[in-house]
């Protein structure tokens, strides 16, 4: 999550799901909470109940909708205009909170002049390059900072980015946690405040309307309803999920609610923050210990292969010298004992020249994309079903063809073991199974009641789940394949004189077993995550005693303390009954078991709360006491003044309460870390019928397009073509089923509970375009057609966009070929062109046709698809040329 | 007195005779429903779990009995859930007893036009095997620029949101020993 990394320092929701009933106003937008976390939204309904405004703003009604207090429909694919519109009705009329905006964020820095703002070029910021379409970041710094490091570092070349630059951002220059140059008052006109007042200028209520196809008088009652609902006595929260990631610009989505929630003074307070709604029982987990090409545990970067330089510049370019991140040498050389004990020395640099190097993206896309060029050979799908739950999934089931072997593990057979014998391309005959050359193993998977372990839920909490029975036959936890994988490998290179084999031949790789199955202990794993000092053999009890001389092993350092004492803590069980609302003893949240992140803003710069009602943390002339463990340092008084040469932690003023920031601050303008600007702008999605108002530019140039004649764009907005593919389609998920569906279109209740594929739409697109309700739609785009029952319903109304009516569609993206209930699957309607920083699909806005019907069957359905592709292509040629949308040149 | 016995038979009697108008308490019982007893009474054990579906993570209580799970409810304890749980993980016990659910190895091999049996083990050395060779074949000590690379571009990995940070754990650990790095998940926000 960088855009929560970049902002405030870690990548994690930074609020609990119980908390938000201390909310006096809560704004739920890219989700529908009430069906896709429906138990969590109980939170929210306490927080109604005690008198809060609950806002829903979305393309749809839902149940969410139908629950809170007042509903807001947008285009999908508007949202950053609509945020946007609310910074400007803050900034325009002073209703920021200005004591928590002038010492807690970044507003009073004073940026370089060489930063120019989109408002003057059009939609791009400075440091453009249109040959490479990247932007040259160092353009947008802080006043005064020093260029990145030193020369041996600058020919390391790293750039933070991505998830592990929010966790400090790495403040070259800046000296004792103070930024170089800086406006208390907040009137220069480089400093980030005056900034943000003109980049948003022109987000008025009425762009915003004309924009987001809402009213305005819908729009002002959720600016105003925020802006009343924050301050000293009261508090607002955000709630989001992938209806704001999915996106080419995702990661800005949520970095607009970011500088919301900063300049309403927001985060670190009870009943306020922003709450990422994760989708599966353990996402934030498998970010925080990674399964992702670019990080290692605890959001440590993997090395580039491009930017390559020694052990010492690798730690240079990652060390802030301000904040916690000041202790980078200690976290990294932590896990290196913990991966490779005692053959990771001082003298051999910890064994990273032997370290694999990655490239600029090695992300599942980028592998599809080679696995289509054959050059992958070998693939391992673990409990995630790509050919549905990813765009475009015709060209996944394609990329699979090509392989050599493939592993696929699971509870039932998915579609993605199945797609040699039973896909649409079989269907169609674009596969013959028969000539597909790829070997495959289907390992039947355990449940998590078959196996110990822990989940990292949307709140940060690491939570425990004890194994209830044996798995049967051949089934089997991951936890047991990967072991026993890696034990074999090992044997098999045990005497390999082979270079390439020296880290295989390194690795720590014991683990206690039990039960005849030989199952690894899961808790031995855990221990190993948290850490232990060598010498002794003591549990660590938290990240500040991660040691840079090898004294120390820690597999995930924000893990650190979760096997504190030698007890598994995540296994805490204290009913919420003998406890407060915090519930500080039931499980464990990273880091230090803190539950609100960044709880020292919870009190003024003076340590004091800011109001009765919203005590949490403050400082009682002693130490930092509350309600929570302080997310700050116990006994640094709120006056503290670092010292001339503080380092790490130690230059962190005491009423900074932003401690992974280099500053100590929250970033409202991200100066680095970010591939498409340090401020969101709106821009169009990538498929849109829409141009956008405010430039001529109208996605986002940064946005990461592939040349993949499997996955060809449908014509946009001034286009000729667009309108073959007229209507926005979004995807979304129901409360009976889960993402791809493998964990519940193989239960037969929830199969019967939502058995088939279907789609919504509004009376007045089925009256355009035919549709009966009961009866059959196609659906297609430039990549497939799909078919799937027709909702007609007042829930997803037409929308009126710069004058233009148009519809929207709604697809549930559950379904595929197999299992109890089957259908056409949404996913292979959309486009694999990503968000330039995470490297999502756009699957929440794109542009699709639809008619009645059911769609051709066998070699028909490629032919329907190609003619209209085709029938685009002609009108496009044949049409006067005009400018592409997209590709210009630029006066940066 | 046959018909006092005859009418007290009748459950509208006793319903009225034990104030229980509703007809919700033991008035109703017949010698059936008499002797049932909830299924959560006999389980041998009763285990403490977290749902596996999406990510707010409600407290699960799995009763088990003679190996086999016999019910799943909300754990009362959980301060984020409070004993609720949705349609899904209300429906664990079904996920976790699926009809279609697989306890086998299936081998499909290269231009086969079906599934064949395998030995579990046997599958393992066999995938052992493909990822030592192809590795080995497909090695990548430097780049094209010779600057080291230490790599297989030729393997991948994908999945871990639905799995436990210990097993995510071992998978980025081995892997990255082995020098694949396209490991990937569902996480990319």
Same mark, same amino acid.
């Given at each position: 999550m960088p855009s929560l990394g970049t902002s405030f320092g870690r990548g994690g929701a930074t609020d609990f799901q119980q908390d938000l009933q201390n909310s006096d106003c809560i704004v739920i937008m890219g989700s529908n909470m009430a069906e896709n976390h429906p138990v969590g939204f109980q939170w929210v309904m306490e927080a109604r109940e005690r008198g809060a405004k609950v806002i829903h703003v979305d393309p749809?009604?839902?149940?969410?909708?139908?629950?809170?207090?007042?509903?807001?429909?947008?285009?999908?694919?508007?949202?950053?205009?609509?945020?946007?519109?609310?910074?400007?009705?803050?900034?325009?009329?002073?209703?920021?909170?200005?004591?928590?905006?002038?010492?807690?964020?970044?507003?009073?820095?004073?940026?370089?002049?060489?930063?120019?703002?989109?408002?003057?070029?059009?939609?791009?910021?400075?440091?453009?390059?249109?040959?490479?379409?990247?932007?040259?970041?160092?353009?947008?710094?802080?006043?005064?900072?020093?260029?990145?490091?030193?020369?041996?570092?600058?020919?390391?070349?790293?750039?933070?980015?991505?998830?592990?630059?929010?966790?400090?951002?790495?403040?070259?220059?800046?000296?004792?946690?103070?930024?170089?140059?800086?406006?208390?008052?907040?009137?220069?006109?480089?400093?980030?405040?005056?900034?943000?007042?003109r980049h948003y200028q022109r987000y008025t209520p009425e762009l915003v309307a004309d924009t987001c196809g809402c009213s305005v008088e819908d729009f002002l009652y959720v600016a105003e309803a925020l802006a009343q609902n924050s301050g000293r006595e009261r508090t607002s929260a955000f709630c989001y999920a992938v209806g704001w990631t999915q996106h080419t610009v995702g990661v800005q989505y949520i970095r607009t609610a970011a500088i919301v929630q900063q300049l309403l003074g927001n985060i670190g307070r009870p009943g306020g923050g922003i709450v990422a709604l994760r989708g599966h029982a353990s996402i934030q987990g498998s970010t925080d210990i990674p399964t992702l090409f670019n990080i290692l545990p605890g959001y440590l970067p993997m090395p580039h292969a491009e930017y390559y330089g020694g052990f010492d510049n690798f730690m240079a370019a990652n060390t802030s010298p301000t904040g916690w991140w000041g202790h980078f040498k200690a976290y990294w050389v932590s896990l290196m004992k913990a991966y490779f004990g005692e053959h990771a020395t001082e003298d051999n640099s910890w064994l990273f020249p032997r370290l694999p190097r990655i490239d600029e993206d090695n992300s599942a896309y980028w592998t599809l994309g080679q696995m289509l060029e054959g050059k992958v050979k070998g693939y391992v799908v673990a409990g995630e079903n790509p050919v549905v739950g990813n765009a475009n999934g015709k060209a996944h089931r394609l990329g699979l063809s090509k392989l050599d072997w493939l592993v696929v593990r699971d509870v039932v057979e998915i579609e993605t073991a199945s797609f040699w014998y039973d896909s649409p391309e079989i269907e169609s005959g674009e596969l013959k199974t028969g000539e597909i050359g790829t070997e495959v193993f289907f390992l039947p998977a355990a449940t998590h009641t078959e196996k110990d372990g822990s989940f990292t839920n949307t709140q940060r909490l690491l939570q425990w789940h004890w194994q209830a029975t044996e798995p049967k036959l051949d089934c089997r936890s991951e936890l047991w394949?990967?072991?026993?994988?890696?034990?074999?490998?090992?044997?098999?290179?045990?005497?390999?004189?082979?270079?390439?084999?020296?880290?295989?031949?390194?690795?720590?790789?014991?683990?206690?077993?039990?039960?005849?199955?030989?199952?690894p202990s899961a808790e031995a794993v855990l221990a190993e995550i948290s850490g232990w000092e060598i010498g002794s053999g003591t549990f660590l009890d938290g990240y500040p005693k991660l040691r840079d001389d090898g004294s120390t092993a820690c597999g995930c350092w924000i893990y650190s303390g979760v096997y504190k004492d030698g007890i598994n803590q995540a296994a805490r069980k204290r009913p919420h009954w003998e406890q407060t609302y915090v519930a500080p003893e039931w499980a464990w949240a990273w880091p230090d078991n803190r539950r609100i992140l960044y709880n020292r803003a919870s009190a003024d710069p003076d340590g004091n709360p800011w109001s009765e009602r919203k005590k949490f943390v403050w400082w009682n002339g002693e130490k930092w006491t509350g309600l929570d463990t302080p997310d700050f340092e116990e006994t640094k008084p709120p006056d503290y003044v670092p010292p001339d040469g503080a380092e790490a932690e130690d230059a962190i003023a005491g009423d900074h309460p932003f401690v992974m920031q280099a500053d100590g601050r929250s970033w409202l303008y991200v100066p680095q870390g970010l591939e498409d600007g340090p401020l969101p702008t709106h821009y169009e999605p990538h498929e849109s019928p829409f141009g956008n108002t405010l430039y001529s530019q109208r996605a986002n140039p940064r946005r990461q397009q592939n040349q993949l004649a499997e996955d060809p764009s449908n014509p946009v907005d001034g286009e000729p073509g667009a309108e073959l593919y007229p209507y926005v389609v979004t995807t979304y998920r129901l409360t009976e089923h889960h993402t791809a569906g493998g964990m519940t279109r193989s239960v037969p209740y929830l199969a019967e509970l939502q058995p088939a594929m279907f789609c919504e739409v509004s009376p007045e697109l089925a009256a355009e375009a035919g549709l009966e309700h009961g009866g059959w739609a196609t659906i297609y785009s430039a990549r497939s057609a799909i078919e799937a029952r027709v909702l007609v319903t007042d829930r997803i109304p037409p929308i009126t966009v710069h004058g233009r009516t148009t519809h929207q569609v709604g697809l549930p993206y559950h379904w595929g070929s197999r299992l109890l209930s089957s259908g056409d699957s949404a996913n292979d309607l959309m486009h694999m062109t990503l968000d330039p920083n995470v490297h999502i699909q756009e699957v929440k806005a794109a542009t699709c046709g639809i008619r009645p019907g059911r769609r051709p069957r066998g070699k028909a359905l490629p032919e329907f698809v190609a003619g209209i592709r085709e029938q685009a292509h002609a009108r496009r040629e044949t049409a006067p040329k005009a400018e592409p949308a997209d590709v210009r040149e630029t006066t940066a | 007195m046959a018909l006092a016995k005859l009418l007290a038979s009748w459950p509208v009697v006793r319903q009225l005779q034990q104030g229980d108008p509703l007809g919700l308490g033991p008035a109703v019982q017949s010698r059936r429903s008499r002797s049932l007893v909830p299924r959560v009474d006999e389980a041998e054990h009763v285990v403490q779990s977290?749902?596996?579906?999406?990510?707010?993570?409600?407290?699960?209580?799995?009763?088990?009995?003679?190996?086999?799970?016999?019910?799943? +409810?909300? !754990?009362? /304890?959980?301060?984020?859930?409070?004993? $609720?749980?949705?349609?899904?993980?209300? =429906? %664990?016990?079904?996920?976790?007893?699926?009809?279609?659910?697989?306890?086998?190895?299936?081998?499909?091999?290269?231009?086969?036009?079906?599934?064949?049996?395998? +030995?579990? !083990?046997? /599958?393992?050395?066999?995938?052992?095997? $493909?990822?030592?060779?192809?590795?080995? =074949? %497909?090695?990548?000590?430097?780049?094209?620029?010779?600057?080291?690379?230490?790599?297989?571009?030729?393997?991948?990995?994908?999945?871990?949101?639905?799995?436990?940070?210990?097993?995510?754990?071992?998978?980025?650990?081995?892997?990255?020993?082995?020098?694949?790095?396209?490991?990937?998940?569902?996480?990319?926000?």
């Open positions: 749809r009604f839902t149940r969410t909708s139908a629950m809170a207090t007042k509903w807001v429909g947008i285009r999908a694919g508007s949202d950053i205009a609509f945020l946007g519109g609310i910074v400007n009705y803050i900034l325009q009329n002073d209703l920021h909170f200005e004591e928590y905006v002038k010492h807690y964020t970044n507003a009073p820095v004073i940026i370089e002049d060489t930063y120019v703002d989109t408002e003057e070029l059009d939609g791009l910021f400075a440091g453009w390059d249109p040959e490479e379409g990247k932007y040259d970041s160092s353009q947008w710094r802080y006043e005064g900072m020093e260029t990145h490091g030193a020369a041996g570092q600058r020919e390391e070349g790293f750039s933070p980015k991505g998830e592990q630059s929010g966790h400090g951002g790495h403040g070259g220059g800046l000296h004792h946690g103070e930024p170089p140059s800086e406006d208390p008052d907040l009137r220069h006109p480089r400093c980030v405040f005056q900034i943000l007042k394949f990967y072991f026993h994988l890696g034990r074999m490998i090992k044997q098999r290179l045990q005497d390999s004189e082979e270079e390439r084999d020296a880290l295989v031949k390194a690795l720590r790789w014991e683990y206690p077993t039990h039960s005849q199955i030989q199952e | 977290i749902c596996p579906y999406c990510a707010v993570g409600c407290g699960q209580l799995v009763y088990v009995k003679d190996g086999e799970i016999t019910h799943v +409810e909300g !754990d009362p /304890a959980s301060p984020i859930s409070r004993g $609720r749980l949705c349609p899904k993980g209300q =429906a %664990t016990k079904s996920y976790a007893q699926s009809p279609l659910r697989e306890y086998k190895v299936k081998y499909r091999r290269p231009y086969g036009n079906a599934w064949e049996e395998l +030995e579990l !083990d046997a /599958a393992m050395e066999m995938i052992a095997d $493909r990822i030592v060779e192809t590795r080995a =074949a %497909t090695w990548q000590a430097k780049t094209e620029e010779g600057k080291p690379a230490n790599r297989t571009m030729a393997i991948g990995n994908l999945g871990g949101a639905t799995l436990d940070n210990e097993e995510n754990y071992l998978i980025k650990k081995l892997l990255t020993a082995l020098g694949i790095v396209q490991v990937e998940n569902q996480a990319r926000i």
